[in-house]
């Protein structure tokens, strides 16, 4: 069982940038592919964006195509989410969670990271 830990959330206003970090308890963490998902309010959980084990292949969602980037670092069992230009429709509870396969089920996820973008 791996642990995942988000940080970097807040509140920021519309235009502006923030980074999320995903820490991994274990060095496994290496071997899986890396999802970041959002929950909005009163909807449900969806993928921002994902990466590979190795870092060679991501996947985005449309709405985070062009502003956000996501990247790890296995060296130090970190995943991230830079994300700029932010809206309001970006805010929500941002979710890290870990899959055996890049297009597989992600079945392990963090506590969540609090991102609130004012207009």
């Known amino acids: 069982q791996v642990t995942l830990v988000e940080s970097g959330g807040g509140m920021v206003q519309t235009g502006e940038s923030l980074k999320l970090s995903c820490i991994a308890s274990?060095?496994?963490?290496?071997?899986?592919?890396v999802g970041w998902f959002r929950q909005a309010p009163g909807k449900e959980r969806a993928m921002v964006a994902a990466?590979?084990?190795?870092?060679?292949?991501?996947k985005y969602a449309d709405s985070a195509k062009g502003r956000f980037t996501i990247s790890r670092d296995n060296a130090k069992s970190t995943a991230y989410l830079e994300m700029n230009n932010l809206t309001p429709e970006d805010t929500g509870v941002y979710y890290c969670?870990?899959?055996?396969?890049?297009?597989?089920?992600?079945?392990?996820w963090g506590q969540g990271t609090q991102v609130t973008i004012s207009s």
């Open positions: 969670a870990i899959s055996r396969g890049f297009d597989g089920h992600y079945g392990q």
């Open positions: 274990s060095r496994t963490f290496t071997y899986y592919a």
């Open positions: 990466i590979s084990w190795g870092g060679d292949s991501t």
